[in-house]
């Protein structure tokens, strides 16, 4: 089992800056893979950034450039620094683990943070 806790959601306008974390407890050393997800109203959840235990990262178009997702596997923390938001970026963000425990693979999400991005 794992257990995720975001923090550092909030309101900020449009061009700012926030950096969201997550920290990871229970099986940590299980996790392979963490991801950030974002959902808006109405929209379907969508990844936004993701990085593998090696610290390769992928990102979609629409935030390449402007979000960075790192990893701290000292602390178990995953970090998404987020710059030149915009409206459209205002979502719920969810943290996520991927683990594989004896071949059987597992998903784990956070309770979410809410972004808002308005002036």
């Known amino acids: 089992q794992v257990q995720l806790v975001e923090s550092g959601g909030g309101l900020v306008q449009p061009g700012g800056s926030l950096r969201l974390s997550c920290a990871a407890s229970g099986s940590p050393f299980s996790i392979s893979n963490m991801d950030w997800y974002r959902q808006a109203p109405g929209l379907q959840r969508e990844l936004v950034a993701a990085?593998?235990?090696?610290?390769?990262?992928h990102y979609p178009d629409s935030v390449k450039g402007r979000f960075t997702i790192s990893r701290d596997n000292v602390k178990n923390t995953v970090y998404l620094q987020m710059n030149s938001l915009k409206p459209e970026d205002t979502a719920v963000y969810y943290c996520s683990a991927f683990t594989v425990v004896a071949g059987i693979p597992n998903r784990y999400w956070g309770q979410g943070t809410q972004v808002t991005v308005s002036s």
């Open positions: 990085i593998t235990s090696g610290g390769s990262t």
